[in-house]
Structures are given as C-alpha cells and as structure tokens.
C-alpha cells in the first residue's frame, strides 16, 4: 500500500514487521553481520506482514545477502499469499463438506489423477472406505494399497478400458466389482 516515495530512507521494520516480531528481526541482523549466518537468508518462508492500513496478511519472504564495495545490501522479495491462503480454507471447508456427504453414501467415491507416464494415482477417497471395505483411505492415496489389488479379477480388464476411456473424454463414471483385503467380493 506504499508508494516508492513514502518507502525510501524508511525501516523496514517501522514499516511492515510486526511490532512483536522487531525485536528478532533486528537481532537477526546484528547476528548475521557479526557470523554471516541468518535463520532466513537463502530460505523462501512463511510469516505475516502489515500493510500500511495496519492489517496483517500472509507473506511468503525470501531475503538474500550480499556485499558491494565493502557496503552490505539485503535484498528482499515478498509475496502476498492472501489469494492462496483463501483458497486453502475453502477448499479445507469444502473437502470436509464431501466427506460428511460422502461418508454417509452406501458407496465409495474417489477421484483419481492421471500421472506423466499414465499412472493413476487417488487424490481423494471418500472416508466411508474404511467402514465399507476395511481400507483406510490414506493407503490409498499414499499408495501403500493398489487400486487394482481391490478390483474384481474378473472385472480388472474392463476397468482399465474405462479408465482410458474417461482420460480421453475428461469425464465419466462407471461401477465395478471391488474385493476386500480378506478377499471378499462386493
């Protein structure tokens, strides 16, 4: 919210740094220009900034050093994750909205992503999995359980079809038999 005139021969810190936050912030100085180490120099980080109208909002800050003619000069980059940060919390909100809804259908959902290479890998299972076959989702999605050890044998072909079929088109549904980790048909 600055213009360029209103920042120049200004502190930093009198300017976007937390007041709670100055005090290490000036620290880090005097420490890195006394042993060149820094806790934030070289790194990209997450922390809060303050705009000129006093509100706080989410900053990712990468802070490289240098020196020029024996003067030493930090140079900051900031960038506002306000956008980002919106978007994380309704997503969060909206996944745990599909996950009440779909924890209680007498079905599994997923959605699955197509990797380079081809391979299929979940990006999210509907919790309801656990009750119904007696796989945690995060097996899933962390691969330690493959789809196609849960798929029917007789059925395996004809999901691969569709699976291509629904890569090639961008959408579709399709219902196939699934096996229990105890071999059980459903």
Known sequence: GYSREQVKGELLADLIIPKEMREAHANGIKHFMKTGEGPVIGKRIEIEAIR?????FPVELGVAHTSIDEKE????VIRDLSAEKLLEAENVR???YLDL????SPSVFYLLSQEPGGESVFKWVSPNIKEILGIDPDDLILQKVEMSSLVH???LD???????????SGEGS??????TPDSRSL
């Open 94 to 96: 909206v996944r745990r």
């Open 52 to 56: 000129k109208d006093g509100v706080r």
């Open 101 to 104: 809804i779909m924890g209680n």
């Open 153 to 155: 044998e007789n059925n």
């Open 174 to 179: 399709f219902e196939y038999r699934v096996m």
């Open 73 to 76: 000069l930090f140079v900051a």
């Open 158 to 168: 004809q999901v691969r079809e569709y699976q291509d079929e629904i890569w090639d």
